[in-house]
């Protein structure tokens, strides 16, 4: 009697975020013709999304997610005479910024920050998320000095998505110019960093994702060839109560 095929399945958990994915993976070989390896690795590399953090936007994502419903975001952008020159300037700036931020905190606090300068009018700029509760907008244009403050909720409604801000977070590439080659231009603080949960990982008869009724939002993708397949599924819970 034959055995069913066995899924290999990951789990991710970030706050509400939640990502599947399970695959019956193909092995390459030496003697796969060009055909043959470009179609096994449509499934061991698929093009989109991933529950692992396979890319910068999928490592931003489930950090952005460690909010949960209380992130809020803040551009930061500075007058004229208070504009560095140079990315290092600007980084400069920032530290004496998180320094003035932990003061008013009293200790350590949840972060994410990134410097931006390519777009728009190429004037270096900040976006940082923060909790709410730590820093609502009142404080935050208090302590900015360099210029001007605009917020807002990282989920702009109950339909909205953690990778939404992760992308437009990784945009920008380093030029070598206005942001260093190989510079990291997104940051997050070891505090949040250490809650995101390791991945589950487990062997399953069934392809089959579950998502939940109760989610504020989810999607699907699926790769499926000769050689293998690979389903994924991610859903954001909905917030009940007092939840962050």
Not at 61 to 81: C, H, I, K, N, V
Not at 207 to 212: L, S, T
Request: charged share 30%; net charge positive.
């Amino acid at each position: 009697m034959d055995l069913a095929p066995m899924w290999y399945c990951t789990r991710q958990r970030a706050g509400p975020l939640v990502k599947e994915c399970r695959a019956l993976r193909p092995r390459l070989s030496p003697n796969d013709s060009h055909y043959e390896r470009t179609e096994k690795n449509k499934i061991l590399r698929p093009p989109r999304d991933s529950s692992v953090c396979r890319t910068r936007v999928d490592r931003l994502e489930l950090r952005l997610a460690l909010f949960w419903f209380e992130g809020t975001r803040y551009d930061l952008s500075f007058d004229p005479e208070s504009l560095p020159e140079r990315f290092q300037d600007v980084r400069k700036v920032w530290r004496a910024f998180l320094a003035r931020l932990r003061r008013w905190k009293g200790g350590p606090f949840d972060y994410i920050y990134l410097v931006e300068g390519r777009h728009g009018d190429h004037r270096y700029h900040l976006h940082i998320v923060l909790r709410y509760g730590d820093f609502p907008p009142a404080v935050i244009r208090y302590l900015w000095k360099y210029g001007n403050v605009e917020d807002e909720p990282l989920l702009r409604g109950p339909h909205d998505s953690y990778r939404r801000t992760a992308k437009y977070f990784n945009k920008e590439a380093t030029d070598g110019l206005i942001l260093p080659i190989g510079a990291k231009l997104w940051n997050c603080s070891r505090s949040l960093n250490a809650q995101l949960p390791p991945p589950e990982r487990w062997k399953d008869e069934s392809g089959a994702i579950e998502i939940p009724d109760n989610v504020s939002i989810s999607g699907r993708n699926d790769v499926k060839n000769e050689f293998g397949a690979y389903y994924y599924a991610w859903y954001i819970e909905q917030k009940t109560g007092l939840l962050f």
